[in-house]
């Protein structure tokens, strides 16, 4: 296994943000080769299927600057400082859909994209929610909407939702209904 | 829908590299407010779900340094300039898994974090596979391996399998087996 491990030579820091970081790393291949490894370090997210009833999850639509247009996902954020993952998704829920949910379902993490960047998010299921307010963050305009399951699925396919950790929150909605049909 | 765009201010570019670059774009909220919006802008990608066989699909095995980990995941690769989406498939799988497909299926199309990433990868599926020469890249090093779908599943729950697009490919190729078998 050692031998496919790429040695950090140097690693300059590029970019210091609010939300990501930039550096670049000068790698030595397992061939003796060098290459550059460009990579952005962001912080941890959560990301949560809400049930509303038995065959809808709650999404948030949102205008994204970086695909200049407005999106379609499921609740989701950062976890803050000494915040455990559980807490952020309950924290999210409330703030971008307003329910509180006592007990929410830890599911498992996704790595967004392991070629340049360590983003984790940590996906949870919640149900028999209960109807709070809404508190969004300050700097934040997102729009809660309840979707049948079936039809967020289908809009995967025509390409009308797009959002990598929607497309698994609802691919995990059905198959997680569609056994508790069984 | 006007009043929840985001106004561009000023747009700063931090770097420019091989894969991505960074900006920071001031923008003005629909209340007015400002705020910075950090965006990494990175190539367009292709994804390929490779069934080997009935119920069993290629993975490549690498080390990732944004984790400093090997992870596992689909073969995918970035498309070049002026190369259709579905040639960067047929490349990757001959260049990662060593083999050939002569009609690759477009799925639909994922955005891996929109948050801060305008990354777009079009997910394929390949059937019908023809053994072919392994073409790597000269500075990857990727190992391929076949598993079952199933397998994989569970290596999803247990947190084993944990890259985004992956875990896209897995419930998608899982999904696909069950209605091929109804």
């Known amino acids: 296994m050692d031998s496919k491990i790429e040695k950090t030579l140097k690693s300059d820091r590029i970019y210091e943000g609010k939300i ?8 030595e291949l397992p061939d003796k080769k060098y290459s550059k490894r460009e990579i952005v370090e962001h912080q941890k997210a959560v990301g949560i299927i809400a049930f509303d009833g038995k065959d809808r999850i709650w999404m948030v639509r949102q205008y994204r600057k970086a695909l200049d247009k407005m999106t379609l996902e499921i609740p989701a954020g950062l976890i803050e400082p000494n915040e455990l993952p559980a807490d952020a998704a309950k924290r999210e829920l409330q703030e ?6 006592e007990n929410i379902n830890y599911l498992f993490d996704t790595y967004s994209s392991p070629g340049f960047t360590n983003e984790k998010m940590s996906l949870f299921l919640a149900e028999d929610l209960k109807e709070s307010k809404l508190e969004n963050d ?4 997102v729009y809660r909407e309840s979707f049948e399951v079936d039809e ?26 569609e056994e508790s049909k069984l």
């Open 20 to 27: 990501i970081n930039l550096r670049v790393d000068t790698v």
């Open 138 to 141: 300050e700097d934040e305009f």
């Open 152 to 177: 967020l699925y289908n809009m995967i396919l025509n390409c009308e939702l797009s959002d990598a950790k929607t497309i698994i929150a609802v691919l995990v909605a059905k198959k997680y209904m």
């Open 96 to 101: 971008e859909v307003g329910y509180t949910c």
